[in-house]
């Protein structure tokens, strides 16, 4: 017989209640791989952004820091003397080795006696070539001076020489 006041377990039908089994990661039950793959589609995307934005920054940064053509130096060194726009043409021949400037004469002045527009011509044309020596070699350099449309003046310089003038008709 049982004592009073204390119960006594009745079994029950059914079995005790446990943790269900749970297995651990990776065997058994499948993945979900739309996660992972969509993560490593994110890092390719954003990992080729960056290598094509690296590669059009390095493309602009090496047009910026190019060197200019020699006809644009040529042009800025003679317009650095004579004066700003007074270059009209400039060609430049590599494989003969020769260089041909036209610039508007701006020396000349209309009172000036023929022996000042002579010096004053065979001076800004022997300028301009030392300029151009001082920083490219040609075998020939050719300097056509204009004035109201004419060649006034043609200073050239061969080699090591000095220049030589041959001024128009007009001037002789």
Request: aromatic letters at 6%.
């Given at each position: 017989m049982a004592k009073a006041g204390r119960?006594?377990?009745v079994a029950s039908p059914r079995p005790p209640r446990r943790r269900p089994n749970v297995p651990l990661r990776?065997?058994?039950?499948?993945?979900?791989?739309?996660p992972i793959a969509g993560y490593i589609a994110f890092v390719l995307i954003v990992g080729a952004a960056i290598f094509a934005w690296d590669q059009a920054y390095e493309a602009r940064q090496r047009r910026l820091f190019a060197p200019a053509p020699p006809q644009v130096?040529?042009?800025?060194?003679i317009e650095s003397i004579v004066g700003t726009g007074t270059v009209t043409d400039v060609t430049l021949d590599n494989k003969a080795?020769?260089?041909?400037?036209?610039?508007?004469?701006?020396?000349?002045?209309?009172?000036?006696?023929?022996?000042?527009?002579k010096k004053?011509?065979?001076?800004?044309?022997?300028?301009?070539?030392?300029?151009?020596?001082?920083?490219?070699r040609y075998k020939?350099?050719?300097?056509?001076?204009?004035?109201?449309?004419?060649?006034?003046?043609?200073v050239s310089?061969?080699?090591?020489?000095?220049?030589?003038?041959t001024y128009s008709p007009d001037l002789k």
């Amino acid at each position: 017989m049982a004592k009073a006041g204390r119960a006594q377990p009745v079994a029950s039908p059914r079995p005790p209640r446990r943790r269900p089994n749970v297995p651990l990661r990776g065997r058994g039950r499948p993945r979900n791989w739309i996660p992972i793959a969509g993560y490593i589609a994110f890092v390719l995307i954003v990992g080729a952004a960056i290598f094509a934005w690296d590669q059009a920054y390095e493309a602009r940064q090496r047009r910026l820091f190019a060197p200019a053509p020699p006809q644009v130096i040529v042009r800025n060194l003679i317009e650095s003397i004579v004066g700003t726009g007074t270059v009209t043409d400039v060609t430049l021949d590599n494989k003969a080795g020769t260089l041909d400037v036209t610039i508007k004469d701006v020396l000349s002045k209309p009172g000036q006696s023929l022996e000042e527009k002579k010096k004053n011509l065979s001076t800004e044309g022997a300028l301009a070539i030392q300029f151009v020596e001082s920083r490219f070699r040609y075998k020939t350099m050719t300097v056509h001076l204009v004035q109201d449309g004419k060649v006034v003046a043609t200073v050239s310089a061969s080699g090591q020489g000095a220049p030589t003038t041959t001024y128009s008709p007009d001037l002789k």
